[in-house]
């Protein structure tokens, strides 16, 4: 695995993690670095996983309302999205949005 660094989506320091389910899809967790804990709803964040040039369709996403949070000396909301991939298609990159900003991530040699 190739190590990434996280990257502004926005105002938000966002870091996805990749992992092949062993069901035909492939899981995606994005932690975001958040002011407030349960400051993002699930409407506010969106990931695109292309994999071979085609886009992935979203299989699972976040639960509405707000995201979950972590706080420990700062506060990390995550979104947890799982991706259909029934043909066994390698990943190649990850976009994520926060609140109409972008982050794309090259996940080819898996990430996270």
């Known amino acids: 695995m190739r190590e990434e660094n996280p990257q502004l989506a926005g105002d938000f320091w966002v870091y996805p993690s ?4 062993s069901d035909g899809s ?5 932690a975001i670095a958040v002011e407030e ?3 993002l709803q699930d409407t506010d964040v969106a990931v695109e ?3 071979d040039g085609q886009s992935l369709s979203i299989v699972e996403g ?3 309302g707000p995201l979950p949070a972590i706080q ?13 991939n029934p043909d066994g298609l390698v ?3 990850a976009t994520v949005t926060v609140r109409g900003g972008s982050a794309t991530f090259d ?3 898996g990430i996270g």
């Not at 420990?72 to 259909?84: K, S």
């Open 91 to 93: 990943p190649s990159t």
């Open 107 to 109: 996940v080819s040699q």
């Open 72 to 84: 420990l000396t700062g506060a990390n909301a995550y979104a947890l999205y799982r991706f259909d």
């Open 37 to 39: 804990p349960f400051d």
């Open 49 to 51: 996983l292309v994999a």
């Open 18 to 21: 990749v992992a092949e389910a």
């Open 62 to 64: 976040p639960a509405p």
């Open 26 to 30: 492939v899981r995606v967790n994005v």
